[in-house]
């Protein structure tokens, strides 16, 4: 099924690599246009460039921190200059995090807050304000399967993809109660071959492995198996779909 998102207005953070790419590509294929935002503007102007290649115009490059309100209010109003309004926010920054609690340094907590949850938060707020002007709507905003399973090693990450998981839930009730016909929903993934998740599989030679034995499904994640399920939950097939989780973990959950 071609176009399924045909005529939308994409707004995708964390889009200069990862989850954010195959989100960015996959949306604009099937009939999006796309702002790529990220804090790496030359990793965003690289994705920008290479869907312009084939669809000429569907796609801009913005910078954004998206720990930044006044950021974020900037980001939007390029946002929608360019693409005329805006009706899907794919809230995907973020940065991990792997230390027990004793070991876990404030800073270091307030960081991975700041970037996985505050930022959520931010996103959410300023843009409402304008997919309210192009209905239907769609929030999706990357979790993790760390925001419904816990880790000994991992509780700022776990404490800010839960935020992300309950707070979603928030939103879709408030667009509800407000009569919008905005959906807000959470997408969490397991182990996904993306560059942070690269990067540590290079440490051992038999990392990829074992993380593989972890997934029923006996295999890590690829960018589209999430992008996938983001196009589904940004296009109208899922106008009935808010306050919803939507697990992409091979099966860990069920165990």
Same mark, same amino acid.
């Given at each position: 099924?071609?176009?399924?998102?045909?005529?939308?207005?994409?707004?995708?953070?964390?889009?200069?690599?990862?989850?954010?790419?195959?989100?960015?590509?996959?949306?604009?294929?099937?009939?999006?246009?796309?702002?790529?935002?990220?804090?790496?503007? &030359?990793?965003?102007?690289?994705?920008?460039?290479?869907?312009?290649?084939?669809?000429?115009?569907?796609?801009?490059?913005?910078?954004?921190?998206?720990?930044?309100?006044?950021?974020?209010?900037?980001?939007?109003?390029?946002?929608?200059?360019?693409?005329?309004?805006?009706?899907?926010?794919?809230?995907?920054?973020?940065?991990?995090?792997?230390?027990?609690?004793?070991?876990?340094?404030?800073?270091?907590?307030?960081?991975?807050?700041?970037?996985?949850?505050?930022?959520?938060f931010l996103g959410c707020k300023?843009?409402?304000?304008?997919?309210?002007?192009?209905?239907?709507?769609?929030?999706?905003?990357?979790?993790?399967?760390?925001?419904?399973?816990?880790?000994?090693?991992?509780?700022?990450?776990?404490?800010?993809?839960?935020?992300?998981?309950?707070?979603? &839930?928030?939103?879709?009730?408030?667009?509800?109660?407000?009569?919008?016909?905005?959906?807000?929903?959470?997408?969490?993934?397991?182990?996904?071959?993306?560059?942070?998740?690269?990067?540590?599989?290079?440490?051992?030679e038999d990392a990829e492995t074992?993380?593989?034995?972890?997934?029923?499904?006996?295999?890590?994640?690829?960018?589209?198996?999430?992008?996938?399920?983001?196009?589904?939950?940004?296009?109208?097939?899922?106008?009935?779909?808010t306050g919803s989780e939507l697990?992409?973990?091979?099966?860990?959950?069920?165990?």
């Amino acid at each position: 099924m071609a176009g399924r998102v045909d005529g939308k207005m994409a707004m995708v953070t964390g889009g200069a690599s990862g989850l954010g790419t195959a989100t960015c590509k996959l949306l604009v294929a099937e009939g999006a246009k796309v702002v790529v935002a990220d804090i790496n503007l &030359k990793g965003a102007q690289d994705v920008a460039d290479a869907i312009n290649k084939d669809a000429p115009g569907s796609a801009k490059a913005i910078e954004l921190d998206v720990t930044s309100e006044s950021g974020w209010q900037t980001a939007l109003d390029e946002a929608v200059a360019f693409m005329g309004g805006l009706n899907i926010l794919v809230n995907n920054a973020g940065i991990g995090g792997s230390a027990p609690v004793e070991d876990e340094t404030f800073e270091n907590w307030k960081k991975i807050q700041s970037v996985d949850l505050d930022s959520v938060f931010l996103g959410c707020k300023y843009a409402l304000g304008h997919m309210k002007a192009h209905q239907p709507g769609s929030i999706v905003n990357i979790s993790s399967i760390a925001g419904l399973i816990a880790g000994h090693n991992m509780g700022a990450y776990n404490a800010a993809k839960a935020g992300v998981w309950l707070f979603s &839930k928030s939103v879709a009730l408030h667009c509800a109660k407000r009569g919008y016909d905005i959906r807000s929903n959470s997408v969490h993934p397991t182990f996904i071959r993306t560059p942070i998740l690269e990067s540590l599989l290079a440490r051992a030679e038999d990392a990829e492995t074992k993380l593989a034995k972890q997934v029923p499904l006996g295999r890590i994640g690829e960018p589209d198996d999430v992008a996938y399920a983001v196009l589904y939950l940004a296009s109208d097939e899922s106008r009935f779909v808010t306050g919803s989780e939507l697990k992409i973990d091979g099966g860990i959950s069920a165990m």
